[in-house]
């Protein structure tokens, strides 16, 4: 079956404080939606991949003929990362982070500030085009900060993302045009913490099932 491109789950000015609508309308429907369309169309004479999914396509990208494989390195972790934000941010709850996920925040950064210092900073420190994320290594249980380029994700290195922070100029300029700063600063205001509380359970549910 061909990837498809995620219903959005809100209306696009629901986060119009921190993330204008239009920003929102263009890079779900244009950017996010070309990603899906190219990655489909490289895969599409490779039966092979029928019915694998994105996060077990980009773990094993090596299994990926030569020939496509950087298409799909490009488009399938476009897609994959766009696929993990639109779950990530959403309308401002002003809540924070619980559970499991504040206790790893808090042994793995020492306070919920210093992480968001850690994180803002690789976002910011992105050179060009590219994401930041907060991600766990299943093997040793330990949460990261990760700055990768382009359309990187955090599969390709063996670690599963929980945050994902878009700082292509696509996801800002609209609103913000070169205040890369400004536009993280209110990044935070839209971060769904059950959200990525409910993604880190599963893995680690996940994990300990496969042990």
């Known amino acids: ?3 498809q491109l995620p219903l959005l789950g809100y209306s696009y ?22 990603y899906v369309d190219l990655l489909n169309k490289t895969i599409a004479n490779y039966p092979q991949f029928d019915n694998t ?22 488009s399938g972790g476009g897609h994959a990362n766009h696929e993990l934000l639109w779950k990530v941010i959403g309308p401002p709850d002003g809540a924070t982070p619980k559970g499991v996920l504040a206790e790893k925040i808090k042994n ?3 306070t919920f500030e210093s992480f968001q210092e850690k ?11 590219g994401w930041a994320f907060l991600a766990i290594d299943l093997k040793s249980q330990k ?34 045009q070169n205040r890369r700063p400004e536009y993280l600063k209110a990044w935070w205001n839209v971060v769904q913490w059950e959200a990525a509380k409910g993604r880190l359970e599963s893995l680690l549910h996940e994990a300990l099932m496969t042990r």
């Open 1 to 3: 079956m061909a990837y």
């Open 13 to 34: 000015d629901a986060l119009e404080r921190s993330i204008d609508g239009e920003t929102m309308r263009l890079h779900h429907d244009k950017h996010h939606r070309g």
């Open 53 to 74: 999914t994105i996060e077990d396509l980009l773990k094993n990208l090596n299994d990926v003929p030569e020939e496509i494989r950087a298409d799909v390195r490009a």
């Open 108 to 110: 793995d950064f020492g």
């Open 119 to 129: 994180l803002t900073e690789a976002a910011v420190k992105v050179f060009g085009s």
């Open 143 to 176: 949460l990261e900060v990760m700055s990768l380029p382009n359309q990187d994700s955090p599969l390709l290195h063996g670690k599963s993302p929980l945050l994902a922070c878009d700082v292509w100029e696509h996801s800002y300029y609209l609103k913000y």
